[in-house]
C-alpha cells in the first residue's frame, strides 16, 4: 500500500462546482495531515490543516478519519483560480516531522 | 510576511559535475528539510535538520548529497557528482520548533543534469 493515496485525477468541472478529493494514508504513527495546493511548476503551499474534529475555512472542508486512515477535501462554489494541484499530506511522526506526500490530484475549473 | 528565499532559481550542469543548491530558511526557524520533486512525479523527502546535524535522511540521500549551515541564514544542499537522474526541482522548508507541524516552503530550484 502506497504511504499516502489520492484519487490520480483530472478532475474538470465548471465554476461553481463542488469537488471532493480523498485521501488515504498507511502510517498510522501519523499526527499531523495537511491539503497542500501546487501550481504549476511552484512549490507546495499549505492551504490548510486537518484536524480529527473536521475544519473549515470559507469555502474549503477538510475532514479526517484516524480509524480509517482518511481525509478530505471539499471545495464548494469552485473558482478559476482553484485551479491547481492538491495534494494530500502528513507527517511521518516524531518531532521532526518529515512530511510524505500524495501524489495530488489535478483540478481543472473551466468558466 | 517571512519566506524561505533559494537560489538559484535554475540550474543546467553537466553530468559528474557538483552542483550547491542553496536556502535561506526563515529566521527563527529551526527545523530545516530538503525535499525533491521529478517533473510529474510527486515531492519526495530527502533530509531533515537540525541543531546543526542530519537528523533524518531518505534512501535517496545517499553519499553523493551533503548538507551544511555555514553560517546562521544560510542552508545549503550539495551534490557532489551529478547523474542525469537527479534532474528535479529541489526545495527548503523550514519549521519554528517541535511542536509546529506547518513546514514554509521555498520556489525551489530546478535542476537540470545534462
Known amino acids: 500500500r502506497k504511504e499516502v493515496e489520492q484519487d490520480p485525477g483530472p478532475f474538470n468541472v465548471p465554476e461553481g462546482a463542488t469537488v471532493a478529493f480523498n485521501c488515504t494514508y498507511s502510517?498510522?504513527?501519523?499526527?499531523?495531515f495537511f491539503w497542500y495546493r501546487q501550481d504549476c511548476r511552484k512549490e507546495p503551499k499549505l492551504l490548510m490543516s486537518?484536524?480529527?474534529s473536521g475544519n473549515e475555512d470559507g469555502r474549503f472542508t477538510a475532514q479526517l478519519n484516524r480509524a480509517s486512515q482518511y481525509i478530505s477535501l471539499l471545495i464548494r462554489d469552485s473558482k478559476l483560480s482553484d485551479s491547481a494541484t492538491y495534494l494530500c499530506?502528513?507527517?511521518?511522526?516524531?518531532?521532526?516531522?518529515?512530511?510524505?506526500f500524495g501524489k495530488g490530484t489535478k483540478l481543472s475549473v473551466k468558466p | 510576511e517571512p519566506e524561505v528565499t533559494q537560489t538559484p532559481s535554475h540550474q543546467v550542469t553537466q553530468m559528474g559535475q557538483e552542483v550547491i543548491l542553496r536556502c535561506v530558511p526563515i529566521s527563527n526557524h529551526l527545523y530545516f528539510y530538503w525535499y525533491r520533486q521529478i517533473l510529474g512525479q510527486k515531492v519526495e523527502f530527502l533530509v531533515s535538520?537540525?541543531?546543526?546535524?542530519?537528523?533524518?535522511k531518505s534512501e535517496i540521500f545517499d553519499d553523493q548529497f551533503s548538507v551544511e549551515r555555514p553560517d546562521g541564514s544560510n542552508f545549503t544542499l550539495k551534490i557532489r557528482s551529478t547523474k542525469l537522474e537527479d534532474s528535479a526541482m529541489y526545495f527548503c522548508?523550514?519549521?519554528?520548533?517541535?511542536?509546529?507541524?506547518?513546514?514554509?516552503f521555498g520556489p525551489g530550484t530546478r535542476l537540470l543534469v545534462l
Open positions: 502510517n498510522s504513527a501519523s499526527q499531523s
Open positions: 486537518v484536524y480529527s
Open positions: 499530506v502528513v507527517n511521518k511522526g516524531g518531532s521532526q516531522g518529515n512530511l510524505i
Open positions: 535538520f537540525y541543531n546543526n546535524e542530519i537528523s533524518e
Open positions: 522548508a523550514s519549521k519554528p520548533g517541535p511542536l509546529q507541524e506547518t513546514q514554509y
